[in-house]
């Protein structure tokens, strides 16, 4: 079973979120607050997190970079693209605007607990003609075996893992860091442009596509 924190100080709002998404089977805890919210983290450890922004004592921009290994969906009555634009670059998974449909947030939190579910060794993530074994270490588009580097290879898997979501270049640059710290800000765009030209060469096809002012993602 799931277990789902919603950071929400709307008494009504969180009623609902808690009524609806435990019909679903996941495990609810409840902050009412910032303050809480950072208080009660290290102890529940949930799988996702629902982040309002609009909260008393520390706002919920603030409790969002202090959230760690965790997807978080934020859900907000700020609608504006700036906004959101900066909450995925601040580490965001995901952003739902107020009012919203439930079925929508269902689905989201699925995707999410999905992609952090996902096994990072020992599969074969497959993407519109593209194999990346994880095993090998080995790249394929169409028939042609891609020859990537450590820092391509660590960019073309983290989207491949996510193939329905645009990545953030923060959220890129802090997944593969582990792997290829060599890979900076500045040399991102770099790093993806020469994957993508491997993967146009060996396919035709132009598999990565850039979201302006947010980040990247797979193109099928």
Known sequence: MSHILII???MHIGNMLEEALKKEGYEISRAYSGTEALLALPGI??????????????????VLPRIKDIPVIVISAKTDVDDKVRLLLEGADDYLAKPFH????????AVQLRNA????????????????????HT?????????????????????????AQVMP???????????????TESSLKMHISNLRKKLRLGSGKDYIEAVWGIGFKLRG
């Open 169 to 183: 270049k923060s959220r890129i640059l802090e997944r593969i860091s582990e792997d290829t710290p060599d890979c």
């Open 102 to 109: 439930l079925k929508e947030l269902s689905a989201r939190i």
């Open 117 to 136: 579910k996902a096994p990072l060794a020992g599969v074969v993530l497959r993407f519109d003609g593209i194999t990346l074994d994880t095993d090998t």
């Open 45 to 62: 450890k949930p799988d996702l997190v629902l982040l309002d922004l609009m909260l008393p004592g520390v706002k919920g921009e603030e």
């Open 139 to 163: 790249v394929t588009a169409g028939t042609a075996e891609i020859r990537l580097t450590p820092t391509e290879y660590a960019i073309l898997k983290l989207l491949m893992q996510n193939p």
């Open 8 to 10: 929400e100080d709307d």
